[in-house]
Structures are given as structure tokens and as C-alpha cells.
């Protein structure tokens, strides 16, 4: 019997320990927002203006850190969701633009050919207008190739492409 006296002696022990009000909360509030470390000096001021024990005072801190670290990672937490999010939003929209260009590039390139064709048939040459340049391989990064350079191009219809890209252009 001596052994669940001596135990329940123990819980009432643990019990006794008081609530802080209010006021002694808002005084320990303002400690932690000045420090969120406790010198011993410090914890024994707090204890004697609070009128606790100083292992009180030493466990609110411990627990206040607690609390200050978990609401600071959800603050970063959040913080880097919103910046994830916005990231997506951003590569989701720039793959609706390369999609879009890729579809002016496509029928641009369909017009070309269509010149071609026209040209060939009206004027007999058999060189065609060059049209590589609408068709540069978009599908590799930044890989494109151009056959531009031909020795059959020259400035005038260099500049005639260059007002049916940006005819083109304009047309969406």
C-alpha cells in the first residue's frame, strides 16, 4: 500500500502547478518577442516579477519556441506553395504560347510552300523560294536549322519573307 501512496503523493505534486493569467502571459509574450533565449539572470527576473517558479518560466519558453518554430515553417511553407503555384501558372502559360507559335510557324511554313508552288507554276523556276526558314525544328531546344544562306537568295526576296512573316504575324 505504501507504494500507491507514495504514487499518488507524485500526481498531486504535478497538480499543484497554476495557470498563468493573463497578465503574466502578456509579460512573457514581450520577453519572448525581445529574446527567444532565457539567460539564467533573466529566468530568475521573470520568475520573481511573475511570482512562479523559474522551471515554470523555462518551460513556457521551451514551449513558446515550439510553438514560434512550427508557425514560422508553415509561414515559409506557405510562402514557398504561393511561389510554386505562381511558377506553375507561369510554365502553364508559356507552353500555351510555344503551342501558339509552333501553330504560326506551321501555317506560315504552309504558306510558303504554297508561294512556292505559285511561282514555280507562274514563272517556270525551278529553284524554289526559300522556306526553311519557317520550318526550323522547334521540338529540339533552341536547335534550329536554316538553309537561308542558299547561294538563290537574294536581298529582295529576303525582304519579301520578312513582310510575309510579319504580315503573318499580325493576322492572328
Same mark, same amino acid.
Given at each position: 500500500?505504501?507504494?500507491?501512496?507514495? $504514487?499518488?503523493?507524485? *500526481?498531486?505534486?504535478?497538480?499543484?502547478?497554476?495557470?498563468?493569467?493573463?497578465?503574466?502571459?502578456?509579460?512573457?509574450?514581450? #520577453?519572448?518577442? $525581445? *529574446?527567444?533565449?532565457?539567460? =539564467?539572470?533573466?529566468?530568475?527576473?521573470?520568475?520573481?516579477?511573475?511570482?512562479? =517558479?523559474?522551471?515554470?518560466?523555462?518551460?513556457?519558453?521551451?514551449?513558446?519556441?515550439? +510553438?514560434?518554430?512550427?508557425?514560422?515553417?508553415?509561414?515559409? &511553407?506557405?510562402? @514557398?506553395?504561393?511561389? @510554386?503555384?505562381?511558377?506553375?501558372?507561369?510554365?502553364? +502559360?508559356?507552353?500555351?504560347?510555344?503551342?501558339?507559335?509552333?501553330?504560326?510557324? *506551321?501555317?506560315?511554313?504552309? @504558306?510558303?510552300?504554297?508561294?512556292?508552288?505559285?511561282?514555280?507554276? $507562274?514563272?517556270?523556276? *525551278?529553284? =524554289?523560294?526559300?522556306?526553311?526558314?519557317?520550318? #526550323? #525544328?522547334?521540338?529540339?531546344?533552341?536547335?534550329? #536549322?536554316?538553309? @537561308?544562306?542558299?547561294?538563290?537568295?537574294?536581298?529582295?526576296?529576303?525582304?519579301?519573307?520578312?513582310?510575309? &512573316?510579319?504580315?503573318?504575324?499580325?493576322?492572328?
Amino acid at each position: 500500500m505504501d507504494f500507491f501512496q507514495t $504514487s499518488s503523493n507524485n *500526481n498531486r505534486i504535478h497538480h499543484n502547478k497554476k495557470r498563468l493569467t493573463q497578465d503574466q502571459v502578456k509579460l512573457l509574450e514581450r #520577453s519572448f518577442s $525581445s *529574446n527567444n533565449k532565457l539567460e =539564467p539572470e533573466r529566468k530568475l527576473l521573470l520568475a520573481k516579477q511573475l511570482g512562479i =517558479p523559474a522551471r515554470q518560466v523555462s518551460v513556457w519558453y521551451q514551449n513558446k519556441r515550439a +510553438r514560434w518554430k512550427t508557425q514560422s515553417l508553415e509561414v515559409g &511553407y506557405n510562402a @514557398l506553395q504561393m511561389k @510554386l503555384d505562381t511558377a506553375l501558372a507561369e510554365k502553364r +502559360r508559356l507552353e500555351k504560347d510555344v503551342e501558339r507559335l509552333k501553330g504560326e510557324l *506551321n501555317r506560315a511554313h504552309e @504558306l510558303c510552300m504554297a508561294l512556292n508552288n505559285q511561282r514555280q507554276v $507562274s514563272s517556270g523556276d *525551278n529553284h =524554289p523560294v526559300v522556306c526553311s526558314v519557317f520550318s #526550323s #525544328s522547334c521540338d529540339q531546344e533552341g536547335a534550329a #536549322s536554316s538553309s @537561308l544562306l542558299g547561294d538563290h537568295v537574294v536581298d529582295r526576296e529576303i525582304k519579301e519573307y520578312e513582310d510575309l &512573316y510579319a504580315c503573318l504575324i499580325g493576322m492572328q
